[in-house]
């Protein structure tokens, strides 16, 4: 699969996710010093980062979501990756995929495999294949935020590669710095999160393997403030640290961005209301179903908040958990 044309600089607020998880279960518990152990890239996190073609792929099943209490809605990146703990890397014993769930889940019930969800929400010009109500994608274009490059997708088993999704902190890295310690059930929602997902360039993110920012950042220098920033919001939502030599060069690319802030599954505060609201509309029922937002207009439903029956995560482009707004 070819390149087709460059564009410009991208930044977060473009790749933030259509929405979070049902929500995400925190580890409460404070982890002690562990042993230094650099590692070798893994070849499990490259095979987990590549294109899968299946229709579908089976809800991984028993994984109970609770409310996410991440970094709040525009925290300073630096003033978060201030709270995150600075320790050794821990040994990899122990790491496979399989840690981290069935790969590419349904954990958000919305009837489509994460690969699928991320580039419905990453690609534009989209084309799905018929009969999966808009689930499983054919045919897109990615503006590539790891090398400002715009590449055109094909689905198939000689295509798929060019685009993939990566773990923008990778399930090894994660495992090596805290993950050891979350339930099964965690793990598998860190590795379906839209927050820690994004479309990217396959030969860049095979690179990238399962470097931390200290041995690897994209490419596209104008997208290093925005990428560093992604993951000090991951880390912190789900209780990770960073080495030192992560820690420093994460602050060494926020030097020149030191106001930018954190892609966060929680939306802006709720402004008051200047005039008394609408008599609210008749609740849905449970098992709604809007096949895009013209439909949830044209119910009476828009806008459709994360939570709420019908949602779906192809409703909130911009990730603020309010759709068809």
């Not at 087709?4 to 933030?16: E, K, N, Q």
């Not at 499990?44 to 994984?63: C, F, I, M, R, T």
């Not at 013209?294 to 029956?309: E, M, N, Y």
Request: net charge negative.
């Amino acid at each position: 699969m070819s390149k087709i044309s460059t564009t410009g600089p991208l930044r977060a607020t473009d790749f933030i996710m259509g929405s979070v998880l049902a929500a995400v279960l925190l580890v409460t518990t404070a982890c002690g010093s562990v042993p230094a152990s650099a590692g070798a890239p893994a070849a499990a996190e490259q095979a987990d980062s590549a294109p899968l073609d299946g229709d579908h792929v089976p809800d991984a099943g028993g994984a109970e979501l609770a409310g996410n209490t991440g970094p709040e809605f525009s925290a300073k990146a630096l003033d978060v990756l201030a709270t995150i703990p600075v320790k050794g890397r821990a040994p990899k014993t122990g790491y496979a995929r399989t840690e981290f769930g069935q790969a590419w889940a349904d954990v958000d019930k919305n009837g489509c495999d994460t690969r699928n969800d991320m580039l419905n929400r990453d690609l534009s010009a989209k084309t799905f294949k018929p009969g999966t109500r808009d689930c499983t994608v054919l045919t897109g274009v990615l503006a590539d935020p790891y090398t400002a490059t715009t590449i055109s997708f094909v689905r198939g088993t000689d295509t798929s590669s060019a685009v993939q999704i990566d773990h923008v902190v990778a399930l090894s890295d994660a495992w090596q710095k805290g993950a050891q310690q979350l339930t099964v059930q965690q793990r598998t929602a860190l590795a379906n999160d839209p927050l820690n997902l994004l479309a990217v360039d396959g030969p860049a993110n095979q690179q990238k393997s399962d470097a931390d920012a200290a041995t690897w950042l994209p490419p596209d220098k104008a997208y290093r403030c925005d990428y560093v920033a992604r993951q000090i919001s991951v880390k912190a939502t789900y209780n990770l640290w960073v080495t030192a030599a992560e820690h420093d060069a994460m602050a060494k690319v926020l030097g020149s961005c030191a106001d930018v802030a954190v892609p966060t599954s929680k939306g802006a505060p709720a402004a008051a209301a200047a005039t008394p609201p609408a008599a609210p509309a008749p609740a849905p029922a449970a098992d709604t179903f809007y096949k895009n937002c013209a439909a949830v207009r044209a119910a009476g439903a828009a806008p459709i908040r994360a939570g709420q029956p019908g949602f779906q995560t192809k409703f909130d482009g911009d990730g603020d958990g309010v759709g068809c707004e």
